[in-house]
């Protein structure tokens, strides 16, 4: 007796329903698509019990006659592709045929539709994959699907549903991401009787962010430029640096219209953002990238969330630029808050800081320093610690003489707890951490003479050879001169090994072998425009915060302003090189409200 049977054909309904609809989200995901690829303008999306009870959707798009409507039950019809070539190049957001037939076999399902012009519809039952009836209807033009009792023929799948709240927050983010996704498409979504969004169409995608997350979010965001590169679009929106979250839940990216996941683009937004974000952090995006449909491939995920590039360093480099672009853009934008501040009769004093001496208690009171002697102590150190040789000069100091006098963009009104730098400007108040925006100024001046001077590498005194999987010896091979620019010796040593004779200064006392493994993977995630002092910019980072000026030390105006200017000359003035902000901003109408003088 044979042991491989053929399934029944509602059992292969089931499996393939397995893979496409995990969740009530996954119905609505699969069935918002389509009425997008109908050409829907407005969608309405109405769900009970968080969609285990019932799903509704209703789309005015183009509709379908009675064939079509028949047809599409039927697994693998689909009128988004025709050949095995069409899907080198998909265009749509559907494209399988399995979402219909799947929804139909494991609810109550019912479809109702009509084309623009016709007289009557097509109305239709199906109960766990079987056709009930089939009969005229007479609803408005475009198309109605409705899923009751999902999974009540899979008990088991039907167990693994979550409570309704979590299930309901699951639907709501799916109508997100098609909302974003497709501004010009005005969405209402009801749950349990109760109207949660009424979209209607966006004029753009900012608008529609607005709508979503709030005006708050909407004012923290920059600007992508709009630019094509090597036939890659990238355009929408990125949070300022020092906006971001604990997670990826707003890291929200589109390839051609279809929100994704793919660790090329996480590691090229963790790339384009470098020193900008703290550890653990990851950016807000609104990030839409169009390409040619033959460069991606859509159809390496049963439920289409992960996509594949044909040529992933290219994306990848791509959008590491835009973004550098729109951080780089932003900066004149930050640069901004420094503007003339508003003219008075009389300008403020200075206030001395708490621990300054004041002129009754003393004839002669001494200037305070720029920072306590201690501290001086340890800028006139050799930095020895750092990987730069020759041995560069001190760290740079804020001078405490022939400072530079205020030019006039801002006005600096005293010091805060001994480490906020208080100043005023046309907006409001802003505060400014001077460690934090003493460690930038002196960050990227280290790292721009390491730079210049290089990398410098010291030989080990016993050489260590060390096998390598052949994917990871070809990478090696391609980049020999850029480890060797970064200080790392390495050359082939037979097949499959490779032998390390040399690592940077600053990197000694590691063991090597894990070592360089280590590094490879960061260097393969980073991109070809990485620094090639990547690997020593935790140590820097490690040693400025060390030398830099800290709560306490105590500035004079004149030092306070050449802090500002210096900060305003760094390539990423807004955040310290740990991620944390340099400054903020209160503003006016804040500073109302909190006292009362505006609603």
């Not at 893979?19 to 609505?28: G, M, N, Q, Y």
């Not at 653990?280 to 491939?297: K, S």
């Not at 390390?500 to 493994?517: E, S, T, V």
Request: charged share 25%; hydrophobic share 40%; with cysteine.
């Amino acid at each position: 007796m044979s042991r491989i049977a053929l399934l029944s054909e509602e059992v292969a309904s089931q499996v393939a329903a397995g893979e496409v609809i995990e969740r009530p989200a996954s119905v609505v995901k699969e069935l918002v698509e389509n009425s997008i690829d109908a050409g829907a303008k407005k969608i309405e999306v109405m769900v009970r019990r968080g969609g285990s009870s019932m799903i509704r959707v209703v789309d005015d798009g183009t509709g379908m006659d009675r064939d079509d409507a028949l047809l599409c039950l039927e697994r693998h019809a689909t009128s988004k592709i025709r050949t095995g070539l069409d899907l080198a190049a998909i265009s749509t957001l559907g494209f399988r045929g399995e979402a219909l037939p799947s929804i139909a076999s494991v609810s109550k399902f019912r479809l109702t539709t009509r084309e623009h012009g016709a007289l009557a519809g097509t109305d239709l039952a199906v109960n766990a994959g079987k056709i009930e009836y089939v009969r005229d209807g007479g609803d408005a033009p475009g198309t109605q699907i409705e899923a009751r009792s999902l999974f009540y023929n899979l008990p088991a799948r039907r167990k693994f549903l979550r409570t309704e709240s979590t299930e309901s927050s699951h639907v709501e983010h799916q109508i997100h991401l098609q909302a974003i996704g497709h501004p010009q498409v005005g969405f209402v979504f009801i749950n349990d009787e109760r109207l949660i969004h009424q979209l209607p169409p966006a004029a753009n995608l900012l608008e529609r962010i607005r709508d979503l997350r709030g005006p708050g979010l909407a004012a923290e965001l920059l600007e992508v430029p709009d630019d094509v590169t090597a036939g890659i679009r990238v355009r929408g929106f990125i949070g300022k640096p020092g906006v971001s979250r604990s997670s990826r839940g707003q890291q929200l990216v589109f390839i051609n219209g279809r929100a994704v996941e793919n660790s090329v683009i996480n590691y090229a937004l963790r790339e384009g953002y470098h020193t900008a974000l703290m550890k653990g952090q990851y950016p807000v995006t609104f990030l839409f990238i169009d390409m040619d449909p033959a460069a991606v491939d859509v159809n390496v995920h049963p439920a289409k969330r992960e996509v594949r590039f044909r040529e992933p360093s290219e994306v990848r480099e791509v959008i590491i630029e835009r973004i550098r672009d729109a951080i780089e853009r932003g900066r004149g934008e930050w640069s901004g808050i420094f503007r003339p501040a508003p003219k008075t009769e009389t300008a403020p004093e200075i206030v001395s800081p708490p621990n300054s001496v004041a002129p009754q208690q003393t004839a002669t009171p001494p200037d305070p320093p720029l920072i306590p002697v201690e501290q001086q102590v340890a800028l006139r150190q050799d930095w020895a610690a750092l990987p730069i040789h020759p041995a560069p000069e001190p760290a740079k100091q804020i001078p405490t003489s022939q400072p530079p006098k205020p030019d006039g963009n801002f006005r600096i009104l005293g010091v805060l707890g001994q480490l906020y730098i208080l100043m005023e400007n046309a907006d409001g108040l802003v505060l400014v951490d001077q460690h934090a925006a003493h460690e930038r100024v002196l960050f990227e001046e280290l790292r721009r003479r390491m730079e210049t001077q290089g990398v410098p590498s010291q030989r080990l005194l016993m050489p260590v050879t060390m096998q390598l999987a052949p994917r990871d010896g070809d990478w090696i091979a391609q980049n020999l001169d850029t480890l060797q620019r970064m200080g790392i010796g390495i050359e082939s040593f037979g097949k499959g090994t490779w032998k390390i004779d040399a690592l940077p200064q600053f990197l000694k006392g590691y063991d090597p072998a894990p070592l360089f493994r280590d590094i490879i993977d960061e260097l393969r995630e980073t991109g070809a425009t990485s620094s090639r002092l990547r690997l020593g910019e935790d140590v820097i980072a490690t040693t400025v915060c060390r030398h830099a000026v800290k709560a306490r030390d105590v500035l004079r105006e004149p030092e306070m302003v050449r802090l500002i200017q210096d900060l305003l000359k760094c390539e990423l003035p807004y955040c310290c090189p740990h991620g944390r902000p340099t400054m903020i901003q209160i503003s006016y109408n804040e500073l109302e409200r909190k006292f009362g003088r505006k609603a």
